[in-house]
């Protein structure tokens, strides 16, 4: 039995609001046991395919969108876990965190900037784009 992380508040909400359709068996054995990320709803691809994109499109769709009181988490800054304020950064901006977190005023997108650099991410979804 794999053992399951303890979430930060901003990661509990951002699960409910982005991977409510993925079984919790799915999400226990990719995204909460110990060593995995929120992230791995994408990188396991537990979404449905087409619903997000990942790399370039993904800082295309971020920079394009209004960041009028997004959201941040950055899970591993010096100081700890921590939701810093960002006056509408790029994704060219955010590739100088080690990674980081970020969810629309309205919950309608998010987008993620792994600390794996471009073997995986950064990951962009809009939940209107579900299918």
Not at 5 to 25: C, V
Not at 36 to 52: M, Q
């Amino acid at each position: 039995m794999r053992k399951n992380r303890t979430l930060s508040p901003f990661e509990k909400r951002w699960m409910k609001k982005f991977a409510a359709g993925i079984s919790k068996k799915d999400i226990e054995q990719y995204v909460t046991s110990t060593g995995n990320y929120i992230w791995h709803v994408f990188s396991w691809e537990l979404l449905p395919a087409g619903s997000f994109v990942i790399g370039a499109e993904a800082r295309k769709a971020f920079d394009a969108q209004d960041k009028t009181n997004a959201r941040y988490y950055e899970p591993w800054p010096v100081d700890g876990p921590h939701e810093p304020t960002y006056q509408s950064p790029t994704a060219v901006e955010l590739d100088g965190l080690t990674e980081c977190y970020v969810v629309a005023a309205d919950e309608s997108w998010t987008y993620i900037k792994t600390h794996e650099n471009n073997l995986c991410g950064p990951y962009f979804y809009h939940v209107q784009t579900r299918k």
